[in-house]
């Protein structure tokens, strides 16, 4: 039983194109995140949604549109994929945005972009 | 903006050896301290979570310690095993923000 599973593993694709990641939790949790893992391994979140609502949205470009359709999901949307994009992306989850209890992981998905 | 540091990057231990990773931060204005270990290829594991209001944690060979006006957290893994070999992140969440640091990477060698 995986708690936190997003698809696909890898995603390779052209610059110019646009893709999707979907991210799916289990734990009945009400917070979903997304990070980016850059190639020296810093870890960097983009949004954060409370029980579908949008809680945090760091300086993240307009071309990635998170959408989260119940709170058991948060799907990343990239338009226009760049170079820079190539990253892993981890999906994440916690019982909520204000209480101490930590944070499930999925196993990212590796984005190369040629 | 809350910055966090992870010393050493890297560290290389024979097996049994007892080791210290270390973990600062410059806002000491906190809610949690959360460390992490991340298998090659994987995601990260939740290890320990030291409240702001805990001076430390324990689960098994780990504890963790926080000390929150030096802006200092350190994990100690005790009796190093070969599957300890990953990379430790510690993450700090200043209310609704996380910021993690860069890892140390661990090897244990048997």
């Known amino acids: 039983d995986t708690a936190v599973s997003q698809t696909p593993k890898y995603l390779v694709t052209q610059m110019g194109n646009d893709k999707s990641i979907k991210c799916e939790q289990n734990?009945?949790?009400?917070?979903m995140y997304w990070y980016k893992q850059d190639s020296k391994k810093f870890l960097k979140i983009m949004f954060s949604?409370?029980?579908?609502?949008?809680?945090i949205n760091e300086t993240v470009p307009n071309r990635f549109s998170p959408k989260s359709p119940d709170k058991a999901h948060l799907n990343l949307h990239i338009n226009s994929l760049e170079l820079g994009d190539s990253a892993v992306y981890f999906c994440?989850?916690?019982?909520?945005?204000?209480?101490?209890?930590?944070?499930?992981f999925g196993d990212g998905t590796r984005l190369s972009i040629l | 903006k809350q910055e966090v540091t992870q010393i050493p990057a890297a560290l290389s231990v024979p097996e049994g050896e007892n080791l210290v990773l270390n973990c600062s931060f410059t806002d000491s204005a906190i809610y949690n301290l959360q460390w992490f270990r991340q298998d090659p290829g994987k995601g990260l594991t939740s290890l320990l979570l030291?409240?702001?209001?805990?001076r430390e944690q324990t689960s098994g060979r780990l504890n963790a310690s926080l000390d929150k006006s030096s802006g200092r957290s350190t994990l100690y893994i005790a009796a190093s095993q070969p599957g300890d070999s990953a990379t430790y992140l510690c993450a700090v969440a200043n209310f609704n923000k996380f910021y993690f640091g860069s890892g140390t990477k661990l090897n244990v060698k048997p």
């Open positions: 030291i409240q702001s209001s805990q």
């Open positions: 734990l009945g949790h009400d917070t």
């Open positions: 994440a989850s916690s019982q909520d945005h204000y209480s101490n209890q930590p944070q499930h």
């Open positions: 949604y409370n029980n579908k609502e949008l809680i």
